[in-house]
């Protein structure tokens, strides 16, 4: 193989960024042999000097995108010819590309290269963090629990008044609470594309955000995942809060999440396979009383792993490969009944040859 | 053509979210025949039946995607398994793929079915506006011009002192500007990805995002272009402004701008091709004494279309196409010197059958 080449926008692409710390929300081209080049528009060449830590930033106006374009008429076909010759000049025959390397260049390249598509290997790289990854982890891991800190104060803080929650005569909303977190993250420098502030039975599906009136006597799980707007790392933590009365039920459900993610936490370590952590975290609850349905109970994958996407390799899931040190994933076990609502709880570590470095330092207490 | 055929995130594919309404940073599958069939994992089918506008929402799961995990061993491979079963199942045997679609799935339906690459005929769709979209849109240019009034009285209330601005005593830098901006957008529901504050000769450099202490006397580029986090639709514009002494050369320069700006606007209506809207702009620079050269003066294109992505179709460039009534697109002519910085002004109008809607409503005013 005499090159890897990735096209595409490295705010989407987080291989892109990740061999190229350039980030951009407009297409360009990557090169990844002995050193990485990158192909990118006349105008972005200057920041993509300053700011990239490519060996080499060509624009494609030194391969004449503009007369091409005039030649051609279409911009994707000028965009084409302008690799191949660059593509030539590097000395490239054979060609790498990754799983999701666009169809039409894919196709239009294997006219002129001998081209293989491959398992991406840059986010089996991207799987093990290195110190620093690990410290921009860390930073954005701070910015969540101060979230997370205002978001439980304003539930503790709130009344339970009949159905629902109240704060100076008002009903708590799922968007009240967003807002401050999302606030608060911005101070931090994070971003959040999405947080969830669930409560009740909204709160059955892992996955909804949240809106209107916050119930009182149960379950609100709150799941922060806060992206670093300069070092682009995600953290990802989640809490279930509950004000008022809870049910004997929502605390045996409680305990036995509990109960699950401590032996998921204690069986991370480097060599055991995520398919094996998450086989243990079911067989608890199996154990507890709360064996897998089609559509609740334990719905999800015990965890995954977190880096410049929140959801990266490996993964804590029937499809688990093996952890290695430097591995950062999530532990996060939840029930779910369509009647009841969700309880989560969601730790992020480090994976260590012993076992793991919990970067998670916040309470897990249901009734507040 | 039995169908087309879209996988990927519509957090990062904006066609996939326009075609289902439904947003996810997960890897899901969108069917396009008469109506709109979604392939999700098991997970997020109860949030895509609730959210997404599409006709069928279908579980991998259905499709027993856990027993092919176990039979195959690799889930992309068990994937692809669940893939080609569920596109029998709906009668394809001829399918249409978009530029972008991965590679590696590409290849593998090209064993089982007959499939062609196409230019993507949903990003001409989404290039049209309808009316509710053009609200969308509207909404978020009321935020950014919340915000960009805020910048600017910043700007305005600081002492030019020495080289550079102060408030309060302290040098007023382009990381607290930026931070008043994300915050005044999240207040009204938007998030900012990138927003340029970039002041002096940092602003040479058009996608400049800006950094630290903000200069006196020069020119200060304060670039907006938010996303509402309901609606998913951007807005743009520019201004640039400039507190203290602005000498005679930057004046020439912003009245240049203003002039081409001015021009481009006039040019724009439904049946003119972009092509033709950036040679007049170019023109008038040319006329007015900034011709072009590699890496200064003029060096980006008139506009982009502004949508779901914040660059769409259609380009106000050499490469653009004839303009449509219902096209919303920014006309942002600017001018940059390595020695000065840069000046660019940017409006984002509906193009009509007459001219165009400018949805831009804020003053162009240089010295504050």
Chains 1, 2 share one sequence.
Request: hydrophobic share 40%; glycine share 8%; charged share 25%.
């Amino acid at each position: 193989m005499d090159g890897l080449l990735f096209i595409g926008d490295s705010l989407c692409d987080s291989d892109m960024f990740y061999l190229s710390h350039f980030l951009t929300q407009d297409r360009f081209t990557l090169l990844a042999q002995e050193k990485i080049t990158l192909l990118v528009s006349s105008m972005e060449k200057g920041r993509a000097w300053k700011e990239a830590s490519a060996d080499e930033v060509i624009s494609t106006s030194q391969y004449g995108v503009m007369d091409k374009l005039k030649a051609f008429g279409k911009p994707d076909e000028a965009y084409r010819q302008v690799l191949v010759e660059f593509l030539r000049d590097r000395g490239v025959r054979r060609l790498g590309v990754p799983f999701r390397f666009p169809a039409a260049i894919y196709q239009h390249l294997c006219r002129d290269f001998q081209v293989t598509v491959l398992d991406s290997p840059v986010s089996r790289w991207r799987a093990v963090k290195t110190l620093q990854e690990q410290d921009a982890i860390r930073s954005s891991q701070k910015a969540c629990e101060k979230a997370m800190r205002l978001a439980v104060d304003l539930v503790a803080s709130s009344e339970s008044r009949g159905e629902n929650l109240f704060r100076h005569g008002q009903p708590l909303t799922s968007e009240q609470i967003r807002s401050s977190i999302e606030v608060a993250l911005l101070e931090e420098g994070c971003e959040a594309v999405d947080t969830i502030v669930a409560g009740g039975v909204a709160a059955a599906d892992p996955h909804a955000r949240g809106t209107g009136a916050l119930p009182a006597n149960a379950p609100i799980v709150i799941d922060i995942f806060p992206r670093s707007k300069s070092s682009r790392y995600f953290a990802d933590m989640t809490r279930t809060v509950l004000k008022g009365e809870a049910s004997l039920e929502v605390k045996e459900i409680y305990q036995a999440v509990l109960q699950a993610q401590i032996v998921g936490l204690e069986a991370i370590r480097a060599g055991i396979s995520g398919n094996e952590v998450h086989s243990r975290v079911v067989r608890i609850f199996r154990e507890q009383g709360y064996p897998e349905r089609e559509g609740c109970g334990f719905t999800h994958s015990t965890g995954h792993g977190v880096g410049l996407e929140v959801h990266e390799r490996p993964s804590l899931s029937e499809a688990g490969d093996t952890l290695e040190a430097g591995n950062v994933v999530t532990v996060e076990p939840g029930l779910y009944y369509p009647e009841i609502g969700g309880v989560r709880l969601e730790d992020m570590v480090v994976v260590t040859a012993q076992g793991s470095k919990n970067l998670t330092n916040f309470e897990r207490k249901l009734v507040l």
